[in-house]
T-cell receptor
Framework: QKEVEQDPGPLSVPEGAIVSLNCTYSNSAFQYFMWYRQYSRKGPELLMYTYSSGNKEDGRFTAQVDKSSKYISLFIRDSQPSDSATYLCATGTNAGKSTFGDGTTLTVKP | DADVTQTPRNRITKTGKRIMLECSQTKGHDRMYWYRQDPGLGLRLIYYSFDVKDINKGEISDGYSVSRQAQAKFSLSLESAIPNQTALYFC???????????FGPGTRLTVL
């Protein structure tokens, strides 16, 4: 079993829709929770970073962590065609390594 | 200029050839990583280094080796390339105080 499982997708939504991307993890030692966005033919770039349970909001993006159920989510409000990309969840510990989900490819249609 | 650079960006080679992928960073980070990305398999860690004298195997190190020539440089070698090493390879860096990683643009490697 993988340490981080990500809903596989792909996901296709109309412009303006609310998008929900989800991951589960198995290791209680994970302390850092991240979402990366990867555009086609580019390297991943950090989108959201959180250290604790609860919600973190940045513009149209909200990251949600529930440590009790080992569940992490990314919500995108008012989705735009420019949000079309692959989204990778990641978790990490103080040891420095991160473990990545397999990614969910999102397409937002105009 | 990009903070994390990778060379080459694309490479086509033949089975059995030795290949070196290079990574340089200007972020001043101590930690550097090499990943490969395959469709549907996400990012898998090959090797990582927390400082110049520290090298560690990741989950898929067989068939690969690395060299940390300086704080800013981390090279990945395929001693004898095989077709199932065809993939997208990413270098990443991080500071010791955070889990956030900064990725290079990737090297697309094809082994025929």
């Amino acid at each position: 079993q993988k340490e981080v499982e990500q809903d596989p997708g792909p996901l296709s939504v109309p412009e303006g829709a609310i998008v929900s991307l989800n991951c589960t993890y198995s290791n209680s030692a994970f302390q850092y929770f991240m979402w990366y966005r990867q555009y086609s033919r580019k390297g991943p770039e950090l989108l959201m970073y959180t250290y604790s349970s609860g919600n973190k909001e940045d513009g149209r993006f909200t990251a949600q962590v529930d440590k009790s159920s080992k569940y992490i989510s990314l919500f995108i409000r008012d989705s735009q065609p420019s949000d079309s990309a692959t989204y990778l969840c990641a978790t990490g510990t103080n040891a420095g390594k991160s473990t990545f989900g397999d990614g969910t490819t999102l397409t937002v249609k105009p | 200029d990009a903070d994390v650079t990778q060379t080459p960006r694309n490479r086509i080679t033949k089975t059995g050839k030795r290949i070196m992928l290079e990574c340089s960073q200007t972020k001043g980070h101590d930690r550097m990583y090499w990943y490969r990305q395959d469709p549907g398999l996400g990012l898998r860690l090959i090797y990582y280094s927390f400082d110049v004298k520290d090298i560690n195997k990741g989950e898929i190190s067989d068939g690969y080796s690395v060299s940390r020539q300086a704080q800013a440089k981390f090279s990945l070698s395929l001693e004898s390339a095989i077709p199932n090493q065809t993939a997208l390879y990413f270098c990443a860096t991080s500071d010791s105080s955070t889990a956030e990683q900064f990725f290079g643009p990737g090297t697309r490697l094809t082994v025929l």
